[in-house]
């Protein structure tokens, strides 16, 4: 029988869950938005080194990179596997940033677990059980993308399945869902996500990268996020974007992340000045 309120949902007595990264410096869920960046997939050593220093130098949280691609065409770039996440488990130290890597099978998890600071599972994956307990398993913290067309009620189940295998340091993410127009590539659903806020006491961010597939929207809908309140952002960032090897249209270059991290930064101030002015008022 299902109990209820799954460990997922929030109640009344539980407290936000923050998921620290890599022992702390990174706490995602504690109030700051955090901004992930990094390419969509790890090219070779100098493309992930720039896209590294450019994502160090503008503040970003975390870097990410795929290694294992999961491309709709198999005749399309599938990453350099195992090779990948040793380079970006070596660019991210160079630089004192904690990695990201999507994981696509059970058997690359002690690859992932041996060498990055967060196992992402991908939206294409999101109900795969064998997988999410295999990532679970590891104990690094977990960033469960939304499926497409996946219900936020299946996202949290899918979750409760990570943190039942003994895992609780998961972290969803919003990265747009199918709708009918093909203008953008898939729509982010910045209502679901803050509905999700309201359903769970997990952390949840954005990826505008993937939700939009246009770089020029990627800036306004990660300050949309970030003045929405969201934890923050994962950015698909390359030093040369319309010679990547994948997701072109979309990837943004070092000095446009840059502005965003500043931009995101300045609206949370704000709010935050706002905040406090009214607690000021009330007192
Ligand atoms: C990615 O982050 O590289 C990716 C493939 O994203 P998604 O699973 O959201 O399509
Ligand atoms: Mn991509």
New binding site residues.
């Given amino acids: 029988m299902p109990s209820l309120p799954r460990l997922v949902d929030r109640t009344a007595d539980r407290p936000r869950t923050i998921v620290t990264i890599a022992g702390g410096n990174v706490r995602f869920g504690d109030g700051g938005f955090h901004t992930i960046g990094g390419p ?2 790890i090219e070779d050593e100098p493309q992930l080194e720039a896209a590294a220093r450019g994502v160090r130098a503008a503040g970003g949280a975390m870097l ?1 990179g ?1 290694a294992y ?2 491309r709709t065409s198999p005749y399309d770039f599938q990453g350099l596997g195992d090779e990948g996440v040793a380079l970006i488990a070596a660019v991210g130290r160079r630089h004192g940033l904690p990695t990201v890597v ?1 994981g696509l099978a059970e058997s690359q998890m002690p690859v992932l677990g041996a060498h990055v600071d967060m196992i ?1 599972i ?4 999101m109900q795969n059980v064998p997988l999410l307990r295999a990532a679970a398993a590891t104990g690094l913290p977990i960033l469960l ?1 939304r499926g ?1 067309s996946g219900l936020l009620d299946e996202l949290l189940s899918a979750a409760e399945y990570v943190v039942l295998a003994g895992n609780p340091h998961v972290v969803l ?1 919003e ?2 869902i199918r709708s009918f127009d093909p203008e953008t590539r898939n729509v982010l659903d910045l209502g679901g996500a803050l509905r999700l806020k309201e359903l769970t006491h997990l952390p949840v961010i954005v ?1 505008p ?2 939700a939009s597939g246009r770089r020029s929207l990627v800036e306004p809908l990660v300050l949309a996020a970030a003045a929405a309140g969201l934890d923050g952002a ?1 950015v ?1 960032v390359h030093p040369a974007p319309v010679t990547a090897r994948c ?1 072109a249209s979309q990837q943004i270059e070092p000095a446009d992340f840059a502005r965003v991290v500043r931009k995101a930064r300045a609206i949370r101030s704000a709010l935050a000045a706002v905040e406090a002015e009214r607690d000021l008022v009330i007192a």
Avoid: F, W
């Fill in positions: 969509c997939a990410r795929g691609k999961p999507e992402q991908g939206a294409r994956n993308k497409p993410c990265r747009g990826d990268s993937h994962i698909e997701d």
